[in-house]
């Protein structure tokens, strides 16, 4: 309800100044004036546009920008920006002067806060006031009021409040707000605030003030053009070279593979690169360049004004001062070294030669990237620089093989096209950045995870290019078979791509076994460490309901940690976690492979005297005879040792019988104290005395021999050292 009626009095008042003569014109010539450019200072020529010259995308979301441009003597030289870009540009932005000539200083227009320009206005509101801050900046002004009952009414506005009354005949309640008036005559007059009440400022200076605030607001929806401008000083003519880097959409890979109709063994790779101009410059015959890679980077806001707080310091009303002390001075830190030559030659002379510019941009890339050159026709260049449309996947619509070139350093590529590109702001493009004919072969890939098998392509990178990660399309004989995603492939590699399901095959496990057989036993220091040899094998069956013959590849785990395939089993490729085998089935047939692999498993058990490892023990020199000699005393040990603790155990069973029968004469006794009975229990008490302290010690000497047998079966254990391995034998 209360932004309701601050929107009612805002369009009243709007509407009143529309109405109004404009009381004075250095409102407009302010906000006109914001944004018009500086006038050149004496000396400088007139302002001169610098065109840009090479854009490099990059896929972290940024770009890397170069204006390129001649200028002649003193000259003002100015770029647009878009107020999003202005930040970035602020941060990155680097001006060589290629002549001799000097930079005198960097301007742009700047944008004072609202929440600051608000200050400035006496009326005390922020950007966003309600029904009452609107009124409550009016209290104590001059005001018409019409539409009301009474009719026109003038006087000072003295309050606003806001009543709850009842809404119809039943219990339903609506707040209602309320104007407080001090008529000219004296009286005061409360008046219901409706929607055709109207009340207008008298004094001409308040109607500016809200004038301006409401202008501040609007402003806050435009956002329009930042002109950045360059004072260049100088004498003759020479290049003026400005670079910055500034978020730009992430250009996008598309990749079409076209299968001939008659299977070569072959297919013709064509890659695009989807490429957008929103920054506020149209790109003009550009050096384009796509990076592969993401740079960090990040955003500062230098462009927005900040205000800080500053600490309030009372007047001092003392002349008195005190003894103090102050901290020493820190050593001064020795100059640096001078730069080297070769720097010095690079700032004096900022543009030589192509390799010199590749060279300063693999600096700002990192140690090293990778460099794709891109040449292209003109006349294949054109249907990509005129903004984009998809589908396209005739080998004749991309660039000829052969073309590219490449220059590898670290995790980067790029590719570099020699042609220039148009694309002009608030366009978009696809630009051709790869054709060639690779080897690709059709395959069907399953896996035991996935469980449906995949038509997949088996695509060979002969190529020196790095393929960036995308989306791909096959097209088979003319016709469309299916889509997928490919990660970044480098030159050499081979990667299997999936494009569709195959609904002709059918795979699964027939069987599973696995052999145990012990290899290796030692012992060391109370350690026992038995070493096995396990055999393990899986039989797939593929069968093949196609009327052509199909190769599955089979994905099978991969066990590392000494495990290995049988001789004479091979895996067409392997990955860290996986074996592919190849699996040829014929048309409606099936076939079958036997996967078998060997490894080592070790199982680890200490000799614990507080255990009972007998039965272990007995067990283990049943497989290795020649380890009884070295372990008899130990299980001799062990199984008295288990004995000893039988008997210890029936001691405190008897221990505690005898105490229970001690306590209950002890009761008895108490209870026939003084009486002739009572001496059969004193009997029976002296019995039972006897008979717990006769268990008591019985359970003591065993629990202190039992002790001493395990100290001694430590230090048997300690001693034996066996060593066995089934090779040996």
């Not at 000219?184 to 009340?199: N, W």
């Not at 960090?296 to 001092?316: D, G, K, N, V, W």
């Not at 054709?435 to 088996?458: C, D, F, I, M, Y």
């Not at 039965?615 to 062990?638: E, F, G, N, S, T």
């Amino acid at each position: 309800m209360r932004r309701i009626c601050a929107l009612f009095c805002v369009l009243a008042f709007t509407a009143f100044l529309a109405a109004q003569p404009p009381a004075t014109p250095s409102t407009k010539s302010r906000s006109a004036a914001s944004q018009a450019q500086p006038a050149p200072p004496p000396g400088l020529q007139a302002v001169k546009s610098l065109p840009v010259h090479k854009v490099v995308l990059y896929k972290n979301g940024v770009g890397y920008f170069e204006h390129v441009g001649s200028v002649s003597g003193s000259q003002r030289v100015a770029i647009d920006f878009t107020s999003s870009q202005l930040n970035d540009v602020l941060q990155s932005l680097t001006v060589l002067d290629g002549g001799g000539g000097r930079i005198a200083g960097i301007n742009y227009n700047s944008t004072t806060p609202l929440a600051e320009q608000l200050k400035a206005l006496s009326l005390g509101m922020d950007d966003d006031p309600t029904s009452t801050e609107l009124f409550q900046a009016l209290r104590g002004q001059r005001v018409e009021v019409t539409g009301g009952p009474g009719g026109v009414i003038t006087g000072r506005l003295m309050a606003i409040e806001t009543r709850t009354e009842k809404s119809g005949t039943g219990d339903s309640t609506v707040d209602k707000p309320y104007l407080t008036l001090v008529a000219s005559s004296g009286g005061v007059r409360v008046i219901e605030l409706t929607p055709a009440l109207s009340v207008r400022p008298l004094d001409a200076n308040l109607q500016g003030q809200l004038d301006r605030y409401l202008e501040l607001l609007s402003t806050t929806h435009s956002t329009g053009l930042r002109h950045l401008t360059l004072d260049a000083l100088g004498q003759g003519q020479r290049e003026l070279r400005v670079s910055y880097i500034s978020a730009v959409p992430v250009w996008k890979s598309t990749y079409r593979m076209v299968f001939p109709r008659t299977d070569n063994g072959s297919a013709i790779l064509q890659g695009w690169a989807v490429v957008d101009n929103t920054v506020g410059a149209d790109w003009d015959s550009v050096q384009l360049s796509l990076v592969a890679g993401a740079p960090q980077s990040f955003i500062q806001p230098l462009s927005q004004p900040l205000y800080t707080r500053r600490a309030e310091i009372p007047i001092a009303t003392g002349v008195e001062t005190t003894p103090q002390t102050h901290e020493a001075a820190e050593a001064e830190a020795p100059p640096p070294p001078p730069p080297p030559a070769a720097a010095l030659r690079a700032l004096k002379a900022p543009s030589r030669m192509k390799s010199e510019n590749m060279q300063m941009r693999r600096q700002m890339l990192g140690s090293a990237a990778e460099s794709v050159e891109v040449e292209a026709d003109t006349a294949e260049m054109a249907p990509a620089a005129g903004g984009g449309g998809g589908g396209v996947y005739r080998a004749s619509d991309a660039i000829a093989e052969g073309d590219v070139s490449t220059n590898a350093f670290d995790d980067y590529f790029e590719y570099a096209l020699n042609q220039p590109v148009t694309i002009h702001k608030n366009e978009s493009a696809m630009v051709p950045i790869l054709q060639q004919e690779l080897p690709a072969e059709h395959v069907t890939l399953w896996s035991e995870k996935e469980n449906k098998p995949l038509r997949v392509v088996w695509l060979e990178n002969k190529s020196k290019l790095t393929l960036d990660s995308g989306s791909f399309s096959i097209f088979e004989g003319g016709e469309f078979a299916g889509e997928g995603l490919l990660d970044p492939i480098h030159p050499g590699e081979k990667r299997l791509l999936s494009y569709a399901t195959d609904q002709a095959v059918r795979v699964k496990v027939t069987d599973r076994n696995n052999q145990r057989t012990l290899h290796h036993v030692q012992i060391r220091r109370g350690v026992i460490i038995e070493t096995h040899m396990d055999v393990a094998s899986v039989t797939y069956s593929a069968t093949n309901s196609a009327d052509l013959d199909r190769a599955v590849l089979l994905e099978h785990p991969r066990r590392n940690n000494g495990w290995a395939l049988d001789e004479g089993l091979k895996a067409a490729e392997s990955s860290p976690n996986l074996y592919r085998f190849r699996l040829p089935v014929a048309a409606h047939a099936t076939a079958t492979l036997e996967v078998r692999e060997h490894g080592p498993v070790s199982t680890t058990i200490a000799l614990n005297a507080g255990v009972d490892q007998s039965r272990y023990l007995l067990d283990l020199v049943k497989r290795v005879p020649d380890a009884l000699d070295k372990l008899k005393p130990v299980i001799d040990a062990q199984t008295a040792l288990a004995e000893l603790d039988h008997r210890i155990a029936d001691s405190k069973k008897a221990e505690a019988s005898a105490q229970a029968d001690e306590a209950r004469d002890r009761e008895n006794l108490t209870a026939l104290k003084g009486n002739d009975a009572a001496k059969r229990f004193v009997e029976e008490l002296n019995r039972a005395e006897d008979l717990l302290q006769t268990t008591r010690k019985q359970t003591a000497d065993l629990e202190q021999k039992r002790q001493a047998d395990v100290e001694k079966l430590n230090e048997l254990v300690s001693q034996i050292s066996f060593d066995w391995d089934v090779k040996a034998k």
